[in-house]
């Protein structure tokens, strides 16, 4: 089969499609045909370096996390699933290689009809690490840092639906595009604390984006209501840096947020933007939008 994967450290262009032997599903396990599947962010900083001293890698590296398909192998001891059956869910964290023709899926859950293969195959990793974090934050007003991007848009969502006030940060044309989803937005950078002052009183952040530490705990008052998914520097400020990667200090992955999703999905309240789509032929095109940082929403491939 068809996969995506780079074989050393480097820019966009180590990454490829290569034929590699089809995986099978194992007890608990489901594979499916995917139709689509997300392109992981973070692992354009694993693709050039920037992790090695966090992320073991071993070459060559499978990518993706997330995708969406036909079940067409169901592993011993898995019940009320079905051959055939549109779903959509995550690899094992240390395995990965969803951006592929077939995908072995250790979580999932029923596609939501009002989702394109599209939509769902970028789902499930942006909901799992939104509700992780917003799982550890308190409710009040949030302010979600970086709010424009795949983990950021499903974080607005979640927030308004479990009741709390949102405020996002976002290039200024992204604005009413964060209106849409629930958010009230602001711009980032110098002057962001007078900014957000002027809105509303911050009871927590979910910072998606890195770089504003200092100016996200003083909107707090406190580096306990600060969670990162995107700052390195997180222990020295006392913030708490949340991911799900399989390695020691990984926060529990937050899967019964699939089962959330799929209810919101369901009464309306939870989309999945999409910022581009690529065939797998083109990774190396969408690690380049990725690290432009100009995507608004999630990257997917689809098959």
Known sequence: ???????QYGPPSVVHVADVAEPHAGPGEIRISVRAS????????IRSGARKGLVPVEFPYRTGYDAAGVVDEVGDGVDGVELGAPVFGMTAADR???NAEYAVLVHWAAKPA?????????AAGAVETATRVLDQLPGGTILVHGAAGSVGTVAIQLAVAR???VIGTASPH???FLRSLGAEPTTYGPGLVDRVRALASVDAVFDCAGG???DLIELTGDPARVVTIADPTAAQHGVHFSHGAAIP???????HGLGDAVKLAGEGRLRIPVAATFPLSEAAAAHELSESRHARGKIVYVN
């Open 212 to 214: 504003a530490l200092p």
């Open 38 to 45: 997300g392109f992981s962010a973070g692992e354009t900083s």
């Open 1 to 7: 089969m068809k996969a995506v994967q780079f074989s």
């Open 163 to 165: 009741g709390a006030t």
């Open 174 to 176: 992204n604005h009413d």
């Open 114 to 122: 009002s989702w394109s293969w599209a939509e769902a195959g970028g």
């Open 96 to 98: 990965r290689g969803a």
């Open 249 to 255: 200090g990984a926060d529990p992955l937050a899967v």
